[in-house]
Structures are given as C-alpha cells and as structure tokens.
C-alpha cells in the first residue's frame, strides 16, 4: 500500500513545488508517488479513465493529494471524483495556490486543504495516517483546514516558514517513482516525457534559488502570503544546494541549453551570496542562464558579475509606464524613470531583454496607456515585450477592489489565458511603440490626446500594428537571440530551434508563422 499518492493538475511537467515534496517525504520515508497529468482536459470529456482507476486499485494509497493554481480547479475536481468511485476510504487533500487563497471553496470538494508550505504538514499528516489514528486527529494537525458537521471552515493554525531550505532535497529531472498519464496509459517518467510535455522540450531547465519576494505587488499572491504569515522574507538555498541539483538535472533529463532561475527577483539576492553563486555556477555548470529583476536591483556590478558567469538574457518588470498605475494601483514603489535607467544598464551588456507589461487594466485611464506607450518607446532597443492580460486571481487585492467596484459581479470563478490580450487600440499602439521609432510614437501619442476618438488615428494605429506584426517583431527576436548568443552567427543558428518551441508565447507564434513552421 502506497503512504501517498501526489497528483499535478497542471497541462505541463513545468512544475518544481510537488516534485519537491515528493522528493522530500521520500527523503523522510514514506513511500510517495508522483503522477503528473498533463493531458487530462484533452482527454476527460471521453471518459478515458480506466487506467487510472486501475492504477489506484494497484497503489491503494492511503492519501491522494493534489496541487493546483486556480485554472486546475475543474481538473483537480474530476481527479477527486475518480478517487472517490474507487476508493472512498482514501482521504483526499488539496494544496498549492488555490487551495491557500481559496481554502473554503476547495474543502467542498477535499477532505483537507493545505494552507501554505506544504512539507512540515503533510509529514505530519502521513506520520498520523500510519499510527492508525482518526479523522478527529488529522484535524488538529498545522496548515490544514477542513468543512466540519456544520458546514463551517475550520482553519488550523500555521507552522513557522522553513527557514533552512537545505532540509529539503534538490529536485531531480526524474525522481523515483514518478509517472505520466499520456492520456490513454500511464508509464514510468522517462526523458521522451520531458521533452514531450515540458516547455522548450525541457532544454530549459527551470530552479528556484530562494521562497518569499521582497515585493508585494497588489496582482500577485505574494502580497496576500505575506499577509498571512505576517512575513514572507526571501529565503535562500546555499549556492551548494543549488549547484548540485544543476550537476544532476544536466546528468539526468534532455540536453540542458539554458538554466532558468525562476525566483521572483533573483537579483535582489544579497550581493555576497550573487559573487559566491556567479562563482561556482560558472566554474561547475557553465551554462548560458536567465534571471528576474525589478528596475530598483539593476546596477552595473549585478550585471558585470552575472553576464561574467553566464547570464544571456534578463526579465524586468514594467507592467505599467504610468507612475499613478505602478504605485498606487500596483503597489509597486517603482517610477518610470527608474526602469529606464535601470533598461539603460542593461542595454549596454550583451544579454537579451524582455520587459512584462500588464494590458487591459480596467482601472487605468487612457493617460496612464498613453504614458506607457511613451515609456516603452524611450526604452532603449532592442527589446523584446512579454504582454499580460491582467487577471483577478484569488487573494490578490486587486481581486477585492475589482468585486467592490462592480467590475466583477458575483465574485466569478473564470480564468483564461492570460498571454490573450484584448486587441484594442491603446494595446495595440502599446505594442507598437516597443518597435516603432519613437519619432513616431511621441507625436501620434499627442494627438491621440487632443482627439481620442479619431477614425485616422485609429487607422494609423492599426496600420502600425500590421507592421508591428508581421515584420518588426520577428525581426527583433532574431536580434535579440543574436544579441544573447554574443552577437554569434553559429550560436544563432543553434539557439533558435529552442526558441522556437516556446509556442506558448505570442512573439514566438509569430516568428514560427514567419518561418512557416505554423498555419
């Protein structure tokens, strides 16, 4: 009999906070099994369940959870109703960011939920499984919350954050005993997986250095875990930790040709812990790798040193080039002319760029998409834009103030992608103004001004985008993936097939249309 059965609801195998639990209560003992289901929409409406009933009859866990973000909720439910017609004695616990954020409307549907860190209380939880103990003690255990016989949430209190991230294991490509539903079987995890349902065919390996963020943005769920544990500082890994799980990630999975430091804002890492990991990155792993910055931790020493050991591009955040809308919509202490000084920075080493931008805010005014247009046609080129349809997710203050403002009604639960953007024209003139020389863009932003509503501004704007489209961008990606590969023709040429796979992206559907890899 299996101890836990860990379920990812999520379309890809992109995912580091499950494999790493699995990895850890492994590491504490218990038997633990991995399953991914990367293809469960494209195959739940056939009914095509049986092989997954028949592996739970083969496991028998006595846990079965599940991890999801908010677009999983329906798949995670699914899953359970599966758990429940073959093994209702099996308790079922739900984690992850929707299960913290929307703790009540997950515990309709699971046993228990999982607010916050997950490892200490689910440790505890299969510690309390295997004594033989009842329902009433598991209800006592820390982060959990449960519905009891009235029909009332009850929330436990939370353990402390782990603060020494060392006790946990480094995640590996493929860990024991994980497997994949391939929609008609499950098999092994095996490296054909990797590059089949990971993004960029996992030659872009992603790891988190640190926990917590220094920021508390108002759309993002870190302002609302900072909240709830009252803290929500950056915790590091040591550079040793995090090495060794690069030396096997490039042992074990497909070809690695970039290292992707997903950590929110890695550059606003303690300089001394940045030269001791530019130091044993460059000397131990080498290869070419990609960090997050804010405008306010970009300085020309972080970029010396990282550029040295092997940093190729960069993401800074915008999201908005109104002052008005960064600081008192996003709570984000950051103006304009700090991001195009910091951009300035970065335009003078040879790494490539892309700056997110938030689109379609409801709560900004025509100005504040005039002013962001400005500010990205004064950014330095080239560039590339990585655009965001805002997205009110659960726990986000932008989420409450969008339900008091009647913007959304009845509190839905809907979410989309949120690469699509709304094809307006302030967003299509936003877009157009990361391409379009400035000369351009500043006057046709001033009498968008005075006459707003003009049909010939509209069709000029209209007329920029087709440009902007079909011509400027892909152009500029080519640019910039010559710029990071240091201006090499050859290395161009090897990097672009990687690129390429990231069909996920608009910019790179466009290049592929270009190329004619796609309809």
Known sequence: MTDILLVSAQPNLDILGLKGLH???????????LLYFPVFKKYASRNQHQHIKQLLLEEN?????????????????DITKIVREVLPETYVIWGGIEATTEPERCAQIADFVCIGEGELSLKAFLETV?????KDALKKINNLAYIDKEGILQTNPLSPLITDLDILPPLRQIPERSYVDTGTKIEPVRVEHLMRYKRYRGQVYKIMTSRGCPYGCAYCCNRFLRKLYGTWPVRHRSVEHVIQELELAMKEGPPIFYVDITDDCFFASDMEYIKEFCKAYKERIGLPFIAKTTAREVSHERMSILVDAGMTWANMG??????????????????????????????????????????????ETLEDRLNTALTLSRTPRPFMPLFFSLRFYPGTELRKRAI???????????????????????????????????????????????KPHSLILKTIIFGLDIITKTILMPITALRMIYRSQRRSIVGTIKALPVFLNASH???????????????
């Open 404 to 450: 008091e403002e009647g913007i959304l009604k009845e509190n839905p639960i809907v979410y989309e992608d949120y690469f699509h953007w709304k094809g307006t024209e302030d967003n299509r003139l936003i877009r157009s103004a990361c391409f379009v020389s400035p000369r351009i863009i500043t006057p046709l932003v001033e009498k968008i001004k005075k």
């Open 23 to 33: 990895l850890y209560l492994r590491q504490e003992g218990f038997d633990s099994l």
């Open 318 to 363: 915008l999201q908005s080039g109104s002052d008005r809308t960064c600081i008192e919509i996003y709570k984000r202490p950051t103006k304009s002319e700090t991001f195009l000084k910091a951009a300035q920075i970065v335009s003078e080493y040879p790494v490539g760029i892309y700056y997110d931008i938030i689109l379609d805010n409801p709560f």
């Open 61 to 77: 866990p006595k846990v079965v959870g599940i991890s999801l973000t908010a677009e999983d909720f329906q798949v995670a439910s």
């Open 130 to 134: 295997k004594s033989g103990a009842d």
């Open 505 to 519: 992206l608009p910019t790179i559907q466009h290049l592929r249309r270009v190329l004619k890899l796609e309809e």
